[in-house]
């Protein structure tokens, strides 16, 4: 074992120790269909009278929001809506839409959309708690400190978790940047998971947001700092996902297996926001911030490279899982057992037509991949296996499809 990972393990052991006592809380919740009609009243009888919902173009323009706009007219509050947001959303699109909060007089934000209006508008209310501090001075942990303005999330896509997390991540397209600011105080006082919204989501934003939630459940699961829960929320969320995913990618419009995977994205992000994610997001991230490759699609390509670069470290968290959530049958040891659960997470890529690679890399840019990608996980993310820059350089050639997948699995830590 290196030096550095003596380190790491020591530093995540006292994280261990202390995150337990952090504030945390859960949103309220309004589920099922329809419930997002409710949202309303519950806004009226909370006081609020002008509200700043923070969304994106597509999702505007295909009236998703639109029964729920009109009952905010019945109820007499105001509302003002920014629909600038992009994909990866970025420092720009969050002081946009915090000019907007200010103009209106807005007295809370609701967040309409997948994980890029939900962070982006995690961003608006960071900014409207610290008006002094900009959003890149918020990066990292425990920034933001202070309350923010009454913030409701309604997930439009069942993946990022993002209604249950104290993370947004932001995208800087100048530096090619995507980090996260994570504080408790970013976490939603409520969400909304009505299946209503989700029914015409397209096939492959179906698949591959639903790819990101599994990530989280797995990295999760798998990573050393679970607590609280977070084992139980994982496995369910596994078990909905390797149980409905495929069906749902195929028929969309089944409010029960779409309610079953934002149940399910929503435990995920339960998990991962206390017990952290790994490699395939650290990798992910970078993907995003160079080339713009939507989250879910990087991380469904990525995450079963990553856990088979992991080796014998991950067989027998991954095999627990795969045991727990009924994904593979039993009965195998547990390296027979991981190879299965890997192998299943590929099959359920190719079904749903996800590539096994990403063409968009460039080797010139790995250099700073590398390094932007080991920042974010060591030493903070409790993984399997600690890797080091060759080992990650060697991920980005698996993953673009330079180097044979395989190629390292099975090491040893080191
Ligand atoms: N804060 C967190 O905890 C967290 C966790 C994981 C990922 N993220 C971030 O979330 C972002 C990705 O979010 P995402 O995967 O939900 O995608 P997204 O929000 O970028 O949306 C993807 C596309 O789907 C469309 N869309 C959304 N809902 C729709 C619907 N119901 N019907 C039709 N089209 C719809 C959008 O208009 C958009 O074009 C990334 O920036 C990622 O880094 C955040
Ligand atoms: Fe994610």
């Not at 994980?115 to 001075?137: E, H, L, N, Q, T």
């Not at 607590?227 to 929320?233: D, P, S, V, Y």
């Not at 899982?321 to 390296?335: I, N, T």
């Not at 063409?359 to 790995?366: G, S």
Request: charged fraction near 20%; glycine fraction near 10%.
């Amino acid at each position: 074992m290196s030096l550095y990972t003596i380190f790491a393990r020591i530093y995540q052991a006292a994280f261990k120790l202390v995150v337990p006592f952090f504030p945390w809380r859960e949103p309220e919740l309004l589920e099922g269909p329809g419930s997002v009609l409710g949202l309303p009243e519950l806004l009226r009888r909370k006081g609020i009278g002008r509200l700043l919902v923070v969304t994106d173009r597509s999702i505007r323009q295909l009236g998703l929001m639109d029964p729920m706009l009109a009952r905010l007219d019945e109820e007499k509050i105001a509302y003002a809506v920014y629909d600038g947001t992009v994909p990866n959303p970025t420092i720009g699109n969050i002081e946009e839409a915090l000019s907007l909060y200010r103009e209106r007089g807005c007295q809370a934000i609701l967040a309409f959309g997948g994980g890029s209006p939900m962070d982006c508008a995690k961003g608006v209310g960071a900014r409207v708690a610290r008006p002094r501090k900009p959003v890149a001075a918020m990066k990292g942990l425990l920034k933001v400190g202070r309350r923010l303005p009454p913030f409701i999330a309604v997930p439009t896509t069942a993946g990022t978790g993002s209604e249950a997390t104290l993370a947004a991540v932001i995208s800087n397209p100048a530096t090619h940047e995507k980090y996260a600011i994570n504080d408790h105080a970013l976490i939603p006082r409520f969400a909304v998971l009505d299946p209503e919204l989700t029914l015409g989501l397209p096939p492959a934003i179906t698949s591959t947001t639903g790819m990101d939630a599994l990530t989280h459940a797995v990295e999760a699961f798998i990573g050393g700092s679970n607590f609280g829960g977070t084992e139980r929320a994982a496995i369910e969320a596994t078990r909905l996902i390797m149980e409905n995913l495929v069906a749902v990618y195929r028929d969309g419009r089944d409010p029960a297996g779409r309610g079953r995977l934002l149940r399910a994205s929503y435990l995920a992000g339960y998990a991962f926001t206390r017990a952290y994610v790994g490699y395939v997001h650290a990798i992910a991230h970078t993907l995003g911030g160079f080339y713009g490759v939507p989250h879910g699609l990087a991380n469904s390509v990525i995450l079963p490279h990553v856990l088979e670069y992991y080796g014998k470290p991950a067989w027998k968290r991954l095999a627990l899982l795969a045991r727990k959530s009924g994904a593979v049958k039993d009965g195998q040891d547990d390296e027979a057992t991981a190879r299965a659960f890997i192998d299943r997470i590929r099959s359920m890529n190719r079904e749903m037509g996800i590539p096994a690679r990403i063409d968009a890399i460039k080797e010139a840019d790995v250099p700073l991949m590398v390094s932007r990608a080991l920042a974010e996980a060591n030493p903070l993310y409790p993984v399997p296996r600690i890797l080091g820059r060759a080992e990650v350089s060697e991920l980005y050639a698996i993953v673009g499809g330079a180097r044979a997948a395989g190629a390292a699995g099975g090491r040893s830590e080191g």
